[in-house]
């Protein structure tokens, strides 16, 4: 199942994606940076099971919004 989150605030945006890996698990990979530059990073998360990914967007989610972003996009499929 793959997952996407994406938020927005003034200038930067927050990418969450869920891709599966060679080993069988799957990774949550984080990318943020400037819309209007190449500056950005990203890092990945793995997770073992539905449980710990939900709670890692669940967590991500949260701070977020606590720090103004808005959600401008959710999908999953």
């Known amino acids: 199942m793959n997952i996407d989150?994406?938020?927005t605030k003034d200038h930067k945006y927050y990418r969450l994606t869920t891709?599966?890996?060679l080993f069988g698990t799957t990774d949550l990979i984080c990318s943020w940076?400037?819309?209007y530059s190449n500056k950005g990073?990203?890092?990945v998360i793995h997770c073992?099971?539905?449980h710990e990914i939900d709670t890692h967007i669940k967590r991500i989610t949260?701070?977020?919004k606590s720090r103004g972003?808005?959600?401008i996009h959710t999908k999953k499929a």
């Open 5 to 7: 989150y994406y938020w």
């Open 48 to 50: 073992t099971t539905q």
């Open 62 to 64: 949260r701070i977020r």
């Open 19 to 21: 891709q599966a890996n």
């Open 69 to 71: 972003y808005i959600l």
């Open 41 to 43: 990073n990203y890092k």
């Open 33 to 35: 940076g400037s819309l």
